[in-house]
């Protein structure tokens, strides 16, 4: 059920809930011993919720843009402009807190090519649980 439970707030974290994924995970690598499944299980879980986040932005965003506030504005310009300049690579910032949201949702708006963006977010994520998972125990 642990591990199950780790896919679950993976998935969430990366959404627009604003729940943090690392405690749980953290936890679950220490009281394990292990790194590998709940290194796949946290990884799975929030790409696919970011790819979730992504698909809202390309449906939805152009909309929701017509409502924005000035200070999100701000934000979506930003978030934007370093799109147009990386690309889908950009998208291997996804797993910043806030920021990685961000540019998830604009690059689904921008209608960035869904695999390259699929595959940058897995890897910032990966990454970011693999460091996290190490420091658990204590190898990092």
Do not use: C, H, Q
């Not at 790819?51 to 939805?60: A, E």
């Not at 708006?109 to 125990?137: E, H, N, S």
């Amino acid at each position: 059920m642990e591990y199950l439970l780790v896919l679950v707030w993976g998935f969430l974290a990366a959404t627009i809930l604003p729940i943090g994924s690392e405690p749980y995970y953290m936890g679950v690598v220490v009281k394990s011993e292990s790194l590998g499944l709940p290194l796949l299980l946290a990884t799975v879980g929030n790409t696919l919720g970011g790819l979730t986040t992504f698909l809202l932005g390309r449906k939805g965003g152009n909309m929701a843009n017509k409502k924005m506030s000035d200070k999100n504005k701000a934000r979506y310009e930003k978030a934007s402009n370093f799109i147009k300049k990386y690309g889908p690579i950009s998208l291997v910032m996804s797993w910043i807190p806030i920021v990685g949201d961000i540019l998830v949702t604009v690059g689904g708006v921008m209608k960035l090519p869904t695999y390259p963006a699929l595959f940058w977010m897995t890897v910032g994520k990966f990454f970011r649980y693999l460091l996290l998972g190490l420091t658990a125990l204590g190898l990092f």
